[in-house]
């Protein structure tokens, strides 16, 4: 079983009066490549007719942001031309890849009726290869995501890569997989990880312990590359979002919005975007 090199907390970050905790980067722990950047939104609840998510219209480049939706909603746009508003349940996958524009808001119905809210944003870092390629995006709806049944009467979200024979619903151009696993206490799991890939871990809700060591809510463990299998005992019933990918090794160079591997390449990223090169913003 992998060894753990150490558990980092994340740190209360709020965005106006939005509950935010930051996973990664932290003091502790700059990344754990290709994984570049956790947000922990929530869990909070929104009066009626409330203003919703912050998330105005702002550019990417150069790498891919995962957003768990597990209670409230987010209506996306981008200058790629797509829409959509996901649901609790649902993922939000885009590759920004050479360059959009995008906004994550809240929908109408959600500004008008308010309710329950907590979202994970995931940056994942596209190779060098992969930085410039063309803008994508994929909403899923929960029901659109392969669930595999987990002992004790859990379950885990296929979102990409392959768990336990069950391809996800996302090929990532990072190679990366993702999945959100709900675990009942008590229940048991012995899960497959390479060797040789980075293993994300960051506990949502609940305690677990992790190949014997303990860990709980809001902590990102991570691990040492020594082993290939992970074990997972539930004290509690808990949340985890799990994610493993290959290592890119390559210069990290992240500057706001634009993650590439050169300081030149931030300063084109600018550039181009000043010179409408994400495309236009259109409400």
């Known amino acids: 079983m992998r060894t753990i090199k150490q558990q ?3 740190l209360s970050a709020p965005i106006g009066d939005l509950v935010t905790y930051r996973a990664l980067p932290t003091p502790s722990l700059e990344h754990l490549d290709p994984f570049l950047f956790l947000n922990h939104h929530g869990p909070q609840v929104y009066a009626p007719h409330n203003q919703g998510l912050p998330f105005g219209p702002h ?14 909603d987010i209506m996306h746009q ?6 959509s508003v996901i649901q609790a349940g649902g993922v939000q996958w885009m590759t920004a890849g050479r360059g959009l524009i995008h906004a994550e808001v809240s929908s109408p119905d959600f500004k008008r009726t308010g309710g329950p809210l907590e979202i994970l944003q995931l940056w ?6 992969a930085k410039l390629t063309e803008p994508r995006y994929v ?11 987990l002992p004790g009467g859990g379950r885990l979200q296929a979102v990409s890569g392959k768990w336990l024979g069950t391809a996800g619903a996302v090929t990532s151009p990072a190679g990366v997989a993702l999945a959100v696993l709900t675990l009942l206490a008590g229940a048991s799991l012995s ?8 293993v994300f871990f960051y506990t949502v809700r609940g305690q677990l312990q992790v190949n014997g060591t303990a860990t709980e809510a809001r902590h990102l463990v991570e691990f040492n590359y020594d082993g290939d299998e992970l074990h997972l005992d539930a ?15 390559e210069p990290i160079v992240a500057y706001g919005p634009f993650v590439m591997n050169t300081e030149a390449e931030i300063r084109q990223a600018y550039q181009d975007y000043q010179a409408g090169r994400f495309g236009r913003w259109e409400e």
Do not use: K
């Open 139 to 149: 909403g899923l709806q929960e029901p659109e995501i392969p669930v595999v049944a």
């Open 191 to 198: 899960l497959p990880v390479p060797a040789a890939h980075t």
């Open 235 to 249: 004290t509690t019933d808990a949340v985890l979002l799990l994610g493993h990918g290959q290592p890119f090794r």
């Open 78 to 83: 981008d200058t790629g031309g797509h829409q």
């Open 8 to 10: 980092h907390r994340a």
């Open 59 to 72: 550019p990417h480049r150069g790498f891919e942001t995962v957003t768990f939706i597990l209670d409230g």
């Open 124 to 129: 994942v870092n596209l190779p060098a290869r």
